[in-house]
């Protein structure tokens, strides 16, 4: 049987900490709820925009918030999001991708952390999306504890 445990996503929405100084011993201001899948994966709750609600996969190693194809097409639908550019890549398995970005206008990740004009890579054929760092370091700091 599969258990599943709840981490929480500390996140500071007003930069109380230059990014220099530790993040430990930080009050943060908002709290969000992590479930755990499998070995240290962890997922939030994430909308884009008000319209496409999902759970993304937290990944500090990711320079861009992932959508797949089939929140793209929600999002294009209700004109929620515009084309910014392509850029190259290498995926983990040393895969080189070339793959379209977009800015999204609103990302809320729990009930109230709402983060504007983030950058979102999209890739074919994949179900996980994942929060990567175009939208966590405009929150920085933060702490997954």
Do not use: W
Not at 37 to 65: H, I, Q, R
Request: proline residues 4%; contains cysteine.
């Amino acid at each position: 049987m599969f258990m599943h445990t709840v981490a929480v996503l500390f996140v500071s929405l007003y930069f109380l900490v230059p990014p220099a100084q530790a993040v430990q011993g930080v009050q943060f201001d908002t709290t969000i709820p992590m479930s755990k899948k499998g070995t240290a994966t962890y997922y939030v709750p994430v909308e884009f925009d008000g319209v496409a609600k999902n759970e993304l996969m937290v990944d500090t190693g990711s320079d861009y918030v992932t959508i797949n194809e089939a929140t793209l097409e929600l999002l294009k639908e209700r004109g929620k999001l515009d084309y910014v550019k392509q850029v190259g890549g290498t995926m983990a398995d040393g895969t080189d991708v070339i793959v379209p970005i977009y800015r999204i206008a609103n990302l809320n990740i729990g009930c109230c952390c709402i983060i504007h004009d983030v950058e979102a890579a999209v890739f074919k054929g994949t179900e996980r999306q994942i929060l990567g760092l175009s939208a966590l370091k405009k929150v920085a700091p933060f702490a997954l504890s």
